[in-house]
């Protein structure tokens, strides 16, 4: 099967080239042209800018008065603090970015999310980072080895998806969104286009199919988030998970949130079983 063209796009004026350049032939801004994959002939409903809230595009224009509010039924994740900086739990069919410094304990809560909300949901948990017997080692040290989830080891997106479409979990994890790729474009896992062509993808699954997302980010030494800055905008949340190296004390707050208020801020503690609320923090400040 032959490979898909690929384009180069501006980020600044947004002119297309066939082939990529250092100055932009337009618009003469340098190290700007950034990969893409090419839009084909195909219906808009059915193309890969079909929108990222799932269905848009697909119904007619109506009156806001006529969209019934839906009321949201928020699935706790059985972590207290955790639920509170989502705003009182997680929402079906929503998308969360949580980014931090590398092993701060990222993959550690949402292995013990996923294994709380595993118990009476369907959850998949999808790492490109680690193998399948680190994540099973973990578990173990954890306590958490009798879950019931599912793992995959997978970095492809389109098999990530198929994958989703055949196991219809009610909540998914992707660790990380800096490892998936799309073999639509030729640039490697990682890339400002594979992020965010990998992201909309899955984004675009969540909407659809209801199902609750986890993506996991990476962070540059400046501590925002790596990749293209329209990740930010795609996804519903974005946690930053903090703390110092030399404390076992994490901070999980909400940068944004489409479902609840950005002032909420979480409290956890780092153990030999992983990671455990707590439940007074101003006794912890005081002390010191």
């Known amino acids: 099967m032959a490979r898909a063209k690929v384009l180069y796009s501006c ?3 947004g002119a297309t080239s066939p ?3 250092g100055q932009c032939a337009d618009c003469g801004a340098w190290n700007t042209l950034t990969e893409i994959a090419p839009t084909t002939t195909a219906p808009a409903r059915s193309g890969r800018f079909g929108g990222y ?3 848009a595009g697909a119904q007619p224009v109506q009156h806001l008065s006529d969209v019934p509010p839906d009321d949201v039924q928020r699935q706790p994740t059985g972590i207290g603090e955790f639920d509170r900086v989502l705003g009182g739990g997680l929402v079906p069919g929503s998308v969360v970015l949580i980014g931090g410094d590398p ?5 550690t809560l949402l292995l013990q999310t996923v294994v709380g909300m595993g118990r009476d949901k369907r ?12 994540v099973s080692l973990r578990a173990h040290r954890l306590g958490l080895a009798a879950s019931d989830i599912r793992l995959l080891s997978e970095t492809r997106v389109e098999n990530i998806l198929a994958t989703a479409a055949q196991e219809r979990p009610d909540v998914m994890v992707v660790d990380s969104i800096q490892t998936v790729y799309t073999e639509q474009l030729q640039s490697a896992p990682g890339a400002v286009a594979q992020v965010r062509e990998s992201a909309a993808q899955l984004v675009r699954h969540a909407k659809q199919t209801g199902t609750a ?5 990476h962070v540059t030494k400046e501590g925002t988030l790596a990749g293209p800055r329209v990740l930010e905008h795609m996804v519903d949340t974005v946690l930053y998970f903090e703390g110092d190296s030399g404390s076992r004390y994490r901070l999980i707050r909400a940068f944004k949130n489409r479902f609840g208020a950005v002032n909420e801020l979480g409290v956890f503690a780092m153990t030999d079983r992983g990671l455990r609320e707590v439940s007074n923090p101003s006794a912890i400040f005081l002390s010191r």
């Open 11 to 13: 980020t600044e004026c």
């Open 19 to 21: 082939k990529w350049m």
């Open 53 to 55: 809230a799932g269905t």
């Open 103 to 107: 092993g701060i304990g990222k993959s």
């Open 123 to 134: 959850a998949l948990y999808v790492t490109g980072e680690e193998s399948l017997q680190q």
């Open 213 to 217: 997302l986890f993506l996991v980010g």
